[in-house]
């Protein structure tokens, strides 16, 4: 059972007048830093929760680039990291997009990479990411722990929404890196504290609940994922389908995808994934013409797998 959530956010000095290890909230608290053991555990690394995935790329962005650095992201992850690094030109940052298949722009002095990547689903060639000197972020969100160590395939920071997979249950906010280096650690606590994206005691608990069922949920996801994009794969109003091949999240192209996404009575036509319902969105109409205008990306639930091939099904009919 998990402890209780410590809401704590001040305490007192001791009989010296010097902080403990606990004396504002922002700075740590009781549930954030078992949360962060936790998962810590999990990726083999030193955890830092945020108060939101973008938070968590923000810290790393603040912490180690500058004027003139360049961040080679990986093509078709994403929208709001480069998104992100876009807003961040006016002070000097460069993007360039990648594809992540293959080798890095040389000039890159950090590489960002996502296994898969959200939603083209595209996959790392780690070999040829990991062979320069740049340093090397990957987002795990899609995989999570169960599929992916990736400080094990040469990342120095591995990134998580723990919004989605992490937690479980669109019922919290919040973000994580992982690293094995001590100074990369104190450099994203540094940051987290500077710009106040610390975590509350109440995500960090949510994270704490959604990791007990973790591997449970991403295999039950994995296999009905598994059998949907196999049907998916061999319906006639259905132009291609990305999968691969682990987790929950499917990408596949139809003509009219406004259409498909709105005529669903099971599956959430709603942003975001990972959680416990399946939902589907058009990605199209945040992203432009990064992605394909046929494709929606569905995330796919805890739900019996003949009840949403059925919602699927009749959608495609219509």
Known sequence: MSAPVDRTVVWPFDD???PGAYFYARYAHPTGVAAEAALGALEGGDAVLFASGMAAETAVLLAFTETGTTVAVA??????????????????VNLIEFDQTGPPPAEATIVWVESPANPTLSMPNWEAVTSTDALLVCDATLSTPVYLQALDEGADIVVHSATKYLTGHHDALLGVTVTRDPEKTAALQQARTLYGGAASADTAY???????TLETRMLRQTTTATELAARLEAHPAVAKVRYPGF????????DDPRRVETSLATIRNSTSLGGVTSSIESRHRWEGDRIPTGLLRLSVGLEDVELLWGDLKAALAN
């Not at 949510?206 to 007990?212: A, M, N, T």
């Not at 987790?247 to 139809?254: E, Q, T």
């Open 206 to 212: 949510s994270l704490l609940r959604g990791l007990d």
């Open 75 to 92: 093509e078709g992850c994403y929208y709001g990291t480069s998104t992100l690094l876009r807003a961040l030109s006016k002070f000097g």
């Open 16 to 18: 010296a007048g010097e």
């Open 247 to 254: 987790a929950g999240v499917i990408a596949f192209d139809v």
